[in-house]
T-cell receptor, first 113, second 112 residues
């Protein structure tokens, strides 16, 4: 089945630790996105990538880092510099210039303990 | 930067009543999209509008894109309990190509 997979579904992290969230898609989509969702604040864009080896900061990039070494993969690292990392993280992919419909993964719920 | 504002944040309706959510962008958009997120789930694409003044319908849902391509609305006629969820608009355009910005969402509750 084609789709976009995020792992793990739930993640617990101690304060001061970096953690990497996985996002893989086999849809052959060009663009990939990371969003953070907090109650009452909708989806806020962290980073996005239109093409391999290139990515742009979104609206709340501080404390996060990404890489796009392969078309299929767009991992997100939540660093210790992120002041309030507990949230629901959603990864999405978009086919490309002709179609901008976003397909979302199931999300990763990160809790800092 | 591009901002997309959505109102209202919450809407409670009785089953059978109509519902409307509104979306406004600070910049002209190349397109506007609408998504629905069920409780505990992830956003699912509903529709995309591209043309100025465009109106599209999906059964009881009517979507509009403003003439200036800076605002949009989603109207649901005769809501049902299955309509419960959060409705998001998302805009792509402005000066940052490929940046897909979501509104804050409208949480719809339908009372039977």
């Amino acid at each position: 089945d084609g789709g976009i997979t995020q792992s793990p579904k739930y993640l617990f992290r101690k304060e001061g630790q970096n953690v990497t969230l996985s996002c893989e898609q086999n849809l052959n989509h060009d663009a990939m996105y990371w969003y953070r969702q907090d109650p009452g604040q909708g989806l806020r864009l962290i980073y996005y990538s239109q093409i391999v080896n290139d990515f742009q900061k979104g609206d709340i990039a501080e404390g996060y880092s990404v890489s796009r070494e392969k078309k299929e993969s767009f991992p997100l690292t939540v660093t210790s510099a992120q002041k309030n990392p507990t949230a629901f993280y959603l990864c999405a992919s978009v086919p490309g210039r002709r179609s901008t419909e976003a397909f979302f993964g199931q999300g990763t719920r990160l809790t800092v303990v | 930067g591009q901002q997309v504002m959505q109102i209202p944040q919450y809407q409670h309706v009785q089953e059978g009543e109509d519902f409307t959510t509104y979306c406004n962008s600070s910049t002209t958009l190349s397109n506007i999209q609408w998504y629905k997120q069920r409780p505990g789930g992830h956003p699912v694409f509903l529709i995309q509008l591209v043309k100025s003044g465009e109106v599209k319908k999906q059964k009881r849902l009517t979507f509009q894109f403003g003439e200036a391509k800076k605002n949009s609305s989603l109207h649901i006629t005769a809501t049902q309990t299955t309509d419960v969820g959060t409705y998001f608009c998302a805009g792509m355009g402005g000066t940052s190509y490929g940046k897909l910005t979501f509104g804050q969402g409208t949480i719809l509750t339908v009372h039977p």
